[in-house]
């Protein structure tokens, strides 16, 4: 069994900061591409960051130089700073890893719980 657990939503006055952290735990064989995504009340899901277990990023091109993706790879944890945060940024965060649990299984997508995040103006 394998689940992803984020932390550190909350809520932030505009121009605030947040750091979000997701751990990966259970029978892991391998993990690849660790990422972040979000959705609004009446808005589809979408991507936010994405980070290879080379450490190659990804970004949603409208939140480039706010937000940072990074991931500690001996912890099967990835994390999202968020700087500068507007109101529009408020959502439901999610934490996505794409991970193995066995050398015979094939990768799979993992979904965690989802995380509040909301920005005051």
């Known amino acids: 069994q394998v689940q992803l657990v984020e932390s550190g939503g909350g809520l932030v006055q505009a121009g605030g900061s947040l750091r979000l952290s997701c751990a990966a735990s259970?029978?892991?064989?391998?993990?690849?591409?660790m990422g972040w995504y979000r959705q609004a009340p009446g808005k589809q899901r979408e991507l936010v960051a994405a980070?290879?277990?080379?450490?190659?990023?990804n970004y949603a091109d409208s939140l480039k130089g706010r937000f940072t993706i990074s991931r500690d790879n001996a912890k099967n944890t990835v994390y999202l700073q968020m700087n500068s945060l507007k109101p529009e940024d408020t959502a439901v965060y999610y934490c996505?890893?794409?991970?193995?649990?066995?050398?015979?299984?094939?990768?799979?997508?993992?979904w965690g719980q989802g995380t509040q995040v909301t920005v005051s103006s």
């Open positions: 259970g029978s892991i064989f391998s993990i690849n591409t």
């Open positions: 980070i290879a277990s080379g450490g190659s990023t």
């Open positions: 996505n890893a794409r991970m193995s649990t066995s050398m015979i299984r094939s990768f799979k997508d993992y």
